[in-house]
């Protein structure tokens, strides 16, 4: 394998490999066709995605729900008349767009709605799940799986059955967010849960939990938590994280995915557009990697001034991975810079993206976006230690970006704490 002694050859081969890696998105709201409509893909649902809902809403005087009574097109049409053409779309959100219109091979100068909608037409969502994987270079991608949605139980329960590109991951929110309202469901499903977590409820929630897994084979279970989130303390959540995740996260030996720093729905008109961003605790990300060292922790955290807090959590504990820029941080300016503290801070040992993707398309542009600065951080990085008189086989620097683009995840799976 050749030996990287200059800059010139560095760039080229950091691009290369990063061009090349074949990604495993640890992170998205895809499904597999199974799912009917749940998967989201087409312009129509590229350009009405929540983050365009927020931008657009800006600029409108028009009450909420006249937005939302509108049908798709309807919703589309305004979005992209607002925010590409009465305005410059270079917002991460709108730019997306544009960069799946150009990789998709269409006319971005065009402007032309209606063409990019005639490039849909007769496309099968399978052939459409080959194209964009085949584009974007996402081998596998993890789903995001709640029992608790009655659309996507029925299909657990009756008709799934999968893609091996797609992987499950157990979402359960309600149970640790919501139990006062949630556990009746439990109930109705025929466990022996009451409201009070006395030590049936906990022992039939842990079933619940067992029963789920046989059921998808989770690569992890995961939460959306709010910036309060606190364990211990006295609440149903800390007491069900204890007595029921973290047990049964360790005995079937599956992570469990935190991801901290939602506060949900503070403009509630905006519905799924209506969530912010909260700063959190570290102390409770600590209180369980440390109390619990046997198990594994996989954590994203909301809020930029998280960041860097949750990258020295990391390299006190082995049993935390850190994972993607999410959401309001998935913009080039935090991307960039949660990734050059990464890199600082953990050196390889990091998952540095996810897409989140809730829009098949997405993928296209999310992973082009996160690849050039990932490619870009990671040359400094090499070049730095380049300049020291350091040498760098170009085999290293493949390991090193497949590592960063899949490897990580996959074998902080097979670890045995
Ligand atoms: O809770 C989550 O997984 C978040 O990613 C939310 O789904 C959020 O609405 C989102 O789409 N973020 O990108
Ligand atoms: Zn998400």
Not at 1 to 12: E, G, H, P, S, T
Not at 280 to 287: A, P
Request: aromatic share 12%.
């Amino acid at each position: 394998m050749k030996v990287i002694r200059n800059a010139y050859d560095l760039r080229k081969a950091v691009d290369r490999f990063v061009d090349q890696a074949k990604i495993t998105d640890v992170h998205t709201h895809l499904f597999t066709p199974d799912f009917g409509d749940l998967l989201l893909w087409g312009i129509d649902e590229l350009i009405t995605y929540h983050y365009l809902i927020a931008e657009t809403m800006r600029w409108l005087d028009m009450p909420y729900e006249k937005f939302w009574s509108l049908s798709k097109t309807e919703q589309a049409d305004l979005i992209w008349d607002t925010l590409f053409i009465k305005n410059s779309p270079y917002s991460e959100a709108c730019r997306g767009v544009l960069t799946v219109l150009e990789k998709l091979g269409l006319d971005v100068a065009g402007r032309d709605l209606a063409s990019y909608r005639n490039f849909f037409r007769g496309m099968t969502i399978r052939e459409y799940i080959d194209m964009v994987l085949e584009i974007s270079k996402v081998e596998t991608l993890v789903m995001t799986n709640d029992p608790f949605e009655d659309a996507e139980r029925s299909v657990w329960l009756t008709s799934y059955k999968g893609d091996p590109r797609f992987k499950a991951a157990l979402r359960i929110d309600p149970l640790l967010n919501d139990w006062s309202n949630k556990y009746s469901r439990l109930k109705e499903w025929g466990y022996d849960v009451e409201e009070k977590l006395n030590g049936k409820t906990l022992s039939e929630i842990r079933r619940f939990l067992n029963d789920w897994i046989d059921r998808m084979e989770p690569v992890y279970m995961a939460a959306s938590l709010p910036p309060t989130f606190k364990v211990p303390e006295e609440s149903a959540r800390s007491i069900i994280v204890e007595e029921c995740i973290i047990p049964v996260s360790r005995e079937r030996d599956i992570p469990f995915a935190m991801m901290i720093g939602v506060k949900k729905l503070v403009n509630p008109g905006l519905k799924l557009a209506g969530d912010s961003v909260g700063k959190s605790d570290i102390n409770t990300v600590e209180y369980l990697c440390s109390k619990y060292p046997h198990n594994k922790f996989l954590v994203t955290m909301l809020a930029r001034e998280n960041q860097h807090e949750l990258c020295v959590a990391a390299r006190k504990f082995r049993n935390l991975l850190v994972f993607g820029c999410w959401w309001f941080l998935n913009n080039p300016s935090l991307v960039e810079e949660m990734t050059r503290m990464r890199f600082e801070l953990l050196g390889v040992s990091v998952i540095p993206q996810h897409s989140d993707a809730r829009v098949l398309d997405q993928l296209i542009y999310k992973w082009e976006h996160s690849r050039r600065i990932i490619a870009r951080v990671l040359y400094e990085k090499y070049r730095d230690i380049l300049d020291t008189g350091w040498v760098i086989r170009e085999d290293e620097i493949r390991r090193d970006v497949d590592k960063l683009f899949g490897g990580n995840f996959w074998s902080f799976l097979k670890m045995k704490f």
